[in-house]
């Protein structure tokens, strides 16, 4: 049968089995999206704040690779986590469910692998499923063709990985060993089925340490300080003033590489003293103290912080040129994104958890050439909860209705739903815990966010980010806000009751 005889025949009798026909006489990349079912290729970083992608305006660094994403596809403005902490983030994005549902609220807790995921909607629905690199959910993956993890937080030199249930080890940097292993599953690949690729990258979580290459990158710059870097929390209450999360009081000496990690080859070691010796040295001499001494660990962290995103930039680089050369970018949505903020100085902290905008913000930039508008910018509020039910939305796959997100599509296209939410709701639980950041639970809306600390302590928090956006005046007591208050409170209840939140505090 020619070519022009099937495709008739195709025309005609178009069949799956058919299709697969027609595949077979195709290029790659066209192969790849049977049915005209797009790729999905979702990459995540742990702990990549926005304000640190030059996209995003970041004053600190320059991320191109990061940045083409978004200008080859759309930036959301206003894409927030339900719960800011690592493990926690990974399930809601993986049910689409908030925390209280899905069972994972903390760190401790070990995802229930039993439960309806995405990736396993979509491997029902005739994709190819895999997860490269950070899993962090202490069971073992479910609802994959192929997995390859890292143990538990992994390491960043000479990691470890585990593959389909077998530990495998690796000579180099992390984000460079995993993104060798995406690319090879990808050219890997036996044509005919789309596929979906989750691609988590370790970095840049703490410790921030960085690769070889990028060692002595920002060595002769001073990176610009945030603006509420001395905060002093005199306009907040008590949640805020009791954190154990400060680059004063809490970054160890492990934080600020003034002790050497392990597991590096000779080779690494004599490349990290040569870069990292003459700077202790320096600090050791300086005697620094105060303010001065805040001021010098801030430039030792943020520099490892850029550091590790400088190789996650050109990773996604790599990832990007590989679609390109092989046909596949014009049917593969690709997603940037991190498992939530991050602050970076601001408030003179490091980690993440409150509900403040630092750590609430993730970035989340999408590139799919065939529905969405080159440069294009979103201000709508959208939140990790809705991710999975936007990728089986994409591959026409219906979502169940005990999702609670909801997709992202038509935003992608440019037309947002009239009923599209105004509102986001945010619940936090890890306390008593490391960081000491108290229970809490709240609403944002696009000027508004109401936070109520709960457990050991009951404060509420009112903020206006449009005369306040550092969050540094709490207004809830100021009589000017009484009405905002009073509504704010009104849809919160509403939140918890739409999600059937009913745990924590009765509002
Ligand atoms: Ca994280």
Not at 48 to 63: E, V
Not at 161 to 182: R, S
Not at 295 to 307: E, F, T, V
Not at 386 to 408: H, I, K
Request: glycine share 8%; aromatic share 12%; charged share 25%.
């Amino acid at each position: 049968m020619t070519r022009q005889t099937r495709r008739e025949f195709l025309k005609a009798f178009g069949t799956v089995a058919g299709l697969s026909v027609l595949s077979g006489g195709v290029g790659r990349g066209q192969a790849s999206g049977a049915k005209g079912r797009p790729n999905i290729l979702f990459i995540m970083t742990d702990d990549h704040a926005s304000h640190a992608m030059s996209c995003y305006g970041s004053k600190i660094n320059k991320t191109p690779n990061l940045d083409r994403i978004a200008t080859e596809g759309m930036r959301f403005t206003n894409s927030f986590c339900t719960n800011s902490i690592c493990a926690p983030c990974r399930a809601v994005i993986l049910t689409g469910k908030y925390s209280h549902l899905n069972g994972l609220i903390d760190n401790a807790v070990k995802f229930d692998g039993s439960q309806q995921t995405f990736p396993k909607l979509l491997r029902q629905a005739g994709y190819e499923t895999a997860i490269i690199g950070k899993w962090h959910l202490k069971s073992d993956p479910t609802g994959f063709d192929y997995w390859n993890i890292l143990p538990g937080q992994g390491v960043y030199y000479n990691p470890a990985t585990i593959e389909m249930g077998v530990q495998k080890q690796h000579t180099g940097y992390v984000t460079d060993v995993l993104t060798d292993n995406a690319l090879d599953w990808l050219k890997g690949r036996k044509d005919g089925k789309p596929f979906c690729l989750m691609f988590h990258h370790k970095a840049p979580h703490r410790e921030w340490e960085p690769g070889p290459k990028y060692l002595t990158l920002y060595d002769d710059v001073e990176i610009p300080e945030p603006a509420t870097l001395f905060d002093d929390y005199t306009g907040r209450g008590r949640a805020a003033k009791e954190q154990d999360m400060s680059i004063e009081k809490t970054m160890t000496k492990r934080d600020l590489k003034l002790v050497t990690p392990g597991k590096l080859t000779s080779e690494q070691q004599a490349k990290w003293d040569a870069a990292y010796g003459p700077k202790n040295k320096a600090f050791e001499e300086a005697n620094l103290q105060g303010k001065d001494l805040v001021r010098w660990k801030y430039q030792r962290y943020i520099k490892d912080y850029l550091r590790c995103i400088a190789s996650v930039d050109e990773s996604v680089g790599r990832v990007l040129d590989y679609l390109d050369t092989s046909g596949l970018a014009e049917n593969t949505v690709v997603i940037y994104t991190s498992d939530q903020g991050f602050y970076l100085g601001d408030h003179g902290w490091f980690d993440k958890r409150f509900m403040y905008e630092e750590s609430l913000r993730m970035p989340l930039v999408v590139r799919y050439p065939k529905e969405i508008r080159a440069g294009s910018v979103n201000d709508d509020i959208v939140l990790n909860l809705d991710f999975g039910e936007t990728f089986l939305d994409c591959a026409g796959v219906s979502v169940p209705a005990d999702m609670q997100g909801r997709s992202l599509r038509p935003l992608l296209q440019g037309r947002t739903p009239s009923d599209w939410r105004t509102s986001m709701y945010y619940h936090y639980y890890e306390y008593p815990a490391v960081h000491s950041v108290k229970r809490h639970y709240g609403v944002r809306t696009q000027r508004y966010k109401l936070i109520r600390f709960y457990n050991d302590i009951d404060e509420w928090e009112l903020y206006d980010l449009q005369s306040d956006p550092d969050e540094m005046q709490n207004v809830y007591n100021d009589p000017r806000y009484a009405e905002v208050v009073k509504e704010l409170t009104v849809e919160l209840k509403r939140l918890r009751a739409q999600y059937n939140d009913t745990t924590g505090a009765p509002v």
